[in-house]
């Protein structure tokens, strides 16, 4: 079953603006993860963010995590036109073990106009 | 770099063959993974393993079968091809047991018609 619920499920900004996506999840974590796609291709991981963390930055990512609300952002600031991608948040799960299984969400589609 | 490649980028098939999707990866992970990727439904596990001859059924297995011979090559198996299987399907790798994420390959598009 699907963990994650992604808002908004589109997104089309300027170039130059920032983006911000939401991640909800029903169950205990361990870790949650942000991913992107470019059209037609495979996941590539952006940023994981533990449990016990509220906040992390890679570069133009800030990533929050509110575990009492169950639910993450992702923001990407002062955004390019090769940002345009799909955007995933996934789930480690509580119990999975060493399996590695992750839960994705269905994904919010940026569109970032020159 | 880790490496996920996966044996074909387009595949049309007819009903009722008998699939096969080759992954590979070149980075020694225990764990591999197939998923399948249908508009408005996100990534849906379909098999995963966790060593060779492992395997673990994930949320969709019906209609699908995984062998893992070697460390390196997860197969997926459409034992019997139906037009509802038509859909972009997805390898995955990741080593053991504190890396997490996943190293994904390009992905196989799969019509059957």
């Known amino acids: 079953s699907q963990q994650g619920e992604e808002d908004p499920q589109a997104l089309s900004i300027q170039e130059g603006e920032n983006a911000t996506m939401n991640c909800s999840y029903k169950?205990?974590?361990?870790?949650l993860q942000w991913y992107r796609q470019n059209s037609g291709r495979g996941l590539v991981h952006l940023i994981l963010?533990?449990?016990?963390?509220r906040e992390k930055h890679s570069g133009r990512l800030r990533v929050t995590l509110d575990t009492s609300k169950k639910s993450s952002s992702l923001l990407i600031t002062a955004s390019r036109a090769a940002d345009t991608a799909s955007y995933f948040c996934?789930?480690?799960?509580?119990?999975?073990?060493?399996?590695?299984?992750?839960?994705f969400g269905q994904g919010t589609t940026l569109q970032v106009k020159p | 770099d880790v490496k996920v490649t996966q044996s074909s980028r387009y595949l049309v098939k007819r009903t009722g063959e008998k699939v096969f999707l080759e992954c590979v990866q070149d980075m020694d992970h225990e764990n591999m993974f197939w998923y399948r990727q249908d508009p408005g439904l996100g990534l849906r596990l379909i098999y995963f393993?966790?060593?060779?001859?492992?395997?673990e059924k994930g949320d969709i297995p019906e209609g699908y079968s995984v062998s893992r011979e070697k460390k390196e090559r997860f197969s997926l198996i459409l034992e019997s091809a139906s037009t509802n299987q038509t859909s972009m399907y997805l390898c995955?790798?990741?080593?053991?047991?504190?890396?997490?994420?996943?190293?994904f390959g390009p992905g196989t598009r799969l019509t059957v018609t």
């Open positions: 169950t205990s974590i361990n870790n």
């Open positions: 393993s966790y060593d060779v001859k492992m395997k």
């Open positions: 995955a790798s990741k080593s053991h047991p504190t890396i997490y994420e996943q190293y």
């Open positions: 963010i533990r449990s016990n963390e």
């Open positions: 996934a789930t480690d799960p509580h119990g999975s073990g060493n399996t590695g299984k992750l839960i």
